[in-house]
């Protein structure tokens, strides 16, 4: 009887592991885990940050956005009409804004020429920027019509590294595009509008129109450069302007142009950086590639008070065809 124990355990060993449904080849397989996909995640996200449940929030009112730090949550909480936002910080690994305090009501009723409207809150757009240490965050509302006419209610939280506060932007477009200015400010921008603010929440231009474009590099808050390809006299080169931002719009203070090369076109695509450096000039540092490979590479120094050039290096890369 010794030696038929360790068969005895063998089989016994066998019988337990075909313990399954016989009839089911795939009784042994574990369930594959149910994969959420971004709109569920982050719906949860928001729910689980607040401790509500999915369900009071409002289908029609939730928006979200990221990048490369930041992922702001919004939605509207049916139960009480209030506006959750909540910010999250990849970098710090927190949570930097945690807010439903904003009243957002469903449905609106205003006057539309001669006619009370109802309008109903559709739409729920955040923006967020981080500038230096803090951020500029922009959540907006948007409220609808049947009648397709539409309002907007924006609010913004300003950051400065230590402290948060919230403040109602009036006529501040929902889906304004913001961007990062002079200092600890950026500009958020409307078709017809546009306003530079800081983190300490402090506006410093209020436009009634939009006047800003690419390859802009501020020198204050209200002042900047503006390169842009323009050909003069029959030859491409790169136009310098210096703006002021006034209060009905920008106004050239001066305007220099570096010629480039007669290879070069007002169509080709440009790429730039432009610094100040502490002798008071502003060095600009461009790559411009045509369309059949030509590339331009430029260094540019100028006094930014009166657009003297000092000093230019440009250098053409031929095209080498095989």
Same mark, same amino acid.
């Given at each position: 009887m010794?030696?038929?124990y %360790?068969?005895?355990?063998?089989?016994?060993? $066998?019988?337990?592991?075909?313990?399954?449904?016989?009839?089911?080849?795939?009784?042994?397989i574990?369930?594959?885990?149910?994969?959420?996909?971004?709109?569920?995640?982050?719906?949860?996200?928001?729910?689980?940050?607040?401790?509500?449940? %999915?369900?009071?929030?409002?289908?029609?009112?939730?928006?979200?956005?990221?990048?490369?730090? $930041?992922?702001?949550?919004? &939605?509207?909480?049916?139960?009480?009409?209030?506006?959750?936002?909540?910010?999250?910080?990849?970098?710090?690994?927190?949570?930097?804004?945690?807010?439903?305090?904003?009243?957002?009501?469903?449905?609106?009723?205003?006057?539309?020429?001669?006619?009370?409207? #109802?309008?109903?809150?559709?739409?729920?757009? %955040?923006?967020?920027?981080?500038i230096?240490?803090?951020?500029?965050?922009?959540?907006?509302?948007?409220?609808?019509?049947?009648?397709?006419?539409?309002?907007?209610?924006?609010?913004?939280? $300003?950051?400065?590294?230590?402290?948060?506060?919230?403040? !109602?932007?009036?006529?501040? &477009?929902?889906?304004?595009?913001?961007?990062?200015?002079?200092?600890?400010?950026?500009?958020? #921008?409307?078709?017809?509008?546009?306003?530079?603010?800081?983190?300490?929440g402090?506006?410093?231009?209020?436009?009634?129109?939009?006047?800003?474009?690419?390859?802009?590099?501020?020198?204050?808050?209200?002042?900047?450069?503006?390169?842009?390809?323009?050909?003069?006299?029959? !030859?491409?080169?790169?136009t310098?302007?210096?703006k002021?931002?006034?209060?009905?719009?920008?106004?050239?203070?001066?305007?220099?142009?570096?010629?480039?090369?007669?290879?070069?076109?007002?169509?080709?695509?440009?790429?730039?950086?432009?610094?100040?450096?502490?002798?008071?000039?502003?060095?600009?540092?461009?790559?411009?590639?045509? !369309?059949?490979?030509?590339?331009?590479?430029?260094?540019?120094?100028?006094? &930014?008070?009166?657009?003297?050039?000092?000093?230019?290096?440009?250098?053409?890369?031929?095209?080498?065809?095989?």
């Amino acid at each position: 009887m010794k030696r038929l124990y %360790p068969l005895a355990v063998c089989l016994l060993s $066998f019988s337990l592991l075909s313990c399954g449904d016989d009839n089911d080849p795939l009784s042994d397989i574990e369930e594959s885990p149910t994969i959420e996909d971004s709109y569920t995640a982050q719906r949860r996200q928001l729910c689980e940050a607040f401790g509500v449940n %999915p369900e009071e929030l409002d289908d029609d009112a939730f928006g979200a956005c990221w990048n490369d730090q $930041f992922l702001v949550l919004s &939605a509207l909480r049916k139960t009480d009409g209030r506006l959750l936002v909540a910010a999250f910080d990849s970098v710090k690994n927190k949570q930097v804004i945690h807010d439903y305090s904003i009243a957002a009501p469903k449905t609106v009723t205003k006057p539309y020429y001669d006619e009370q409207v #109802e309008y109903r809150l559709r739409y729920v757009i %955040p923006r967020i920027i981080r500038i230096n240490d803090g951020f500029i965050c922009v959540v907006g509302t948007r409220y609808l019509s049947e009648q397709q006419h539409f309002f907007d209610t924006t609010y913004a939280y $300003f950051n400065n590294g230590t402290k948060t506060i919230c403040r !109602k932007m009036a006529d501040v &477009a929902a889906n304004c595009s913001i961007r990062p200015w002079y200092e600890n400010s950026c500009l958020l #921008e409307a078709p017809n509008r546009t306003l530079c603010v800081t983190t300490e929440g402090e506006i410093k231009i209020d436009l009634d129109a939009h006047i800003l474009r690419d390859h802009q590099y501020p020198l204050d808050y209200d002042k900047y450069i503006e390169l842009s390809l323009e050909a003069k006299n029959g !030859k491409t080169g790169m136009t310098i302007t210096r703006k002021h931002i006034a209060a009905d719009g920008a106004i050239t203070v001066w305007s220099s142009h570096v010629h480039l090369s007669g290879s070069i076109t007002t169509s080709a695509r440009m790429s730039c950086t432009a610094t100040m450096n502490e002798y008071g000039g502003f060095i600009i540092d461009a790559t411009i590639i045509e !369309k059949d490979g030509t590339q331009c590479d430029c260094h540019i120094n100028l006094n &930014a008070e009166t657009g003297e050039v000092l000093s230019s290096t440009i250098i053409i890369s031929s095209v080498i065809h095989p």
